[in-house]
């Protein structure tokens, strides 16, 4: 039985719509009455009042599973130029070697997968926004081997 | 994700919102919520599993980005069709960000449908058919709510969730497949409600 309201639709079967149907009966909230409506709208005043939006507010989100992944890339960075800049003169003798237990401290500390950041960037970079994105996040997600 | 090219409708013909006074635009939105909030708040219910608290604030949110957006509407797309597909990506972003929490465990409030929260019909048939949605991929839930619960049509459908007819043909095919193997015993029982899927579509 084909949907006349509905003609790109793929073809049902008498069986199929009184299935749907039920689904549709079972699977629903009650409609909102009149107040129900009059305190949704209210609500959504009120959230339009109160919420300005900044590029950075945008960004709060994600921050707050960012910024401590940030820290610990930072921190291991920091440790890695430490270990890399040439040795001061008073320590020509050391060995050049920096030692393995702080050069592994970047993936280990880091918390996130990848697909922890598809679900926080997901959105942003599907909505081609990637200018909301922070500047150093092609750093960030190399460092977290994100393609 | 690049707007579809369907026409404005409800609120004024096909024409792009640019330049459009505060007060017009004011106005256009109250009346986008007039028109559409109930279903949107339907719609957002259906798209999260049943859960009343969660299906409000995915509905306002998307009201809220759609004003933000509104005055760069390019009326390219019909507006219905570009506010549910906001709708529909709010309630994909909300189920993310409800999964990445129940993930991390104790970071934030996990979210769960309500089962106190009104609705119709019967709280046990109501909950196998949101596990049953659960299983379904993102795709093909978004699918078969907007076609078979909310009465779009296939174009809508596409233009709402940037995806080529076929594919969303396809997506509704599997989903009705996999929901009626798991939900067989729905067509064994004993007559729907009058009036039937009539009271699915606005």
Same mark, same amino acid.
């Given at each position: ?38 305190? *949704? ?107 | ?27 256009? *939105? ?7 909030? $109930? ?33 760069? *509407? ?8 570009? *506010? ?26 996990? $979210? ?91």
């Amino acid at each position: 039985m084909s949907d006349p309201r509905n003609p790109g639709a793929p073809s049902r079967r008498d069986d199929d719509a009184l299935w749907i149907a039920r689904v549709d009966d079972a699977f629903r909230p009650e409609p909102l009455d009149e107040s129900g409506r009059a305190r *949704f709208a209210a609500r959504l005043r009120e959230r339009m009042e109160t919420r300005r939006p900044t590029p950075l507010a945008r960004l709060a989100p994600a921050a707050m599973v960012l910024a401590p992944a940030a820290t610990a890339l930072a921190l291991a960075a920091a440790v890695g130029w430490a270990l890399r800049a040439p040795a001061p003169q008073v320590r020509a003798a050391a060995p050049e070697a920096p030692a393995p237990q702080a050069r592994a401290a970047a993936p280990a500390d880091a918390q996130l997968t990848a697909w922890e950041w598809e679900v926080l960037l997901g959105d942003t970079l599907d909505a081609g926004r990637d200018e909301d994105l922070p500047e150093d996040y092609a750093a960030i997600a190399a460092a977290f081997r994100i393609p | 994700m690049g707007a579809s090219s369907v026409r404005v409708d409800g609120l004024g013909g096909a024409e792009a919102l640019d330049g459009l006074e505060a007060g017009e635009l004011e106005a256009r *939105f109250t009346a986008l919520v007039a028109s559409h909030g $109930e279903r949107a708040r339907r719609l957002a219910w259906r798209l999260v599993g049943g859960d009343a608290a969660a299906a409000e604030d995915v509905a306002q949110e998307a009201f809220l980005r759609a004003y933000r957006s509104l005055p760069r *509407f390019r009326g390219e797309a019909a507006l219905s069709t570009w *506010f549910y597909r906001i709708v529909v990506r709010q309630a994909a972003s909300h189920r993310r960000w409800r999964g990445l929490r129940e993930r991390m465990g104790g970071w934030g409030d996990p $979210e769960s449908p309500d089962p106190a929260a009104p609705a119709a019909g019967d709280p046990a048939l109501r909950r196998r058919i949101a596990v049953a949605l659960e299983r379904l991929t993102r795709r093909q839930r978004e699918v078969f709510v907007l076609i078979h619960l909310e009465g779009f049509t296939v174009r809508e459908t596409a233009a709402a969730l940037g995806r080529p007819e076929g594919t969303v043909k396809s997506h509704l095919h599997r989903a009705l497949v996999r929901l009626r193997a798991e939900l067989s015993d729905l067509g064994d029982r004993e007559g729907p409600r009058p009036g039937g899927r009539e009271g699915g579509r606005s």
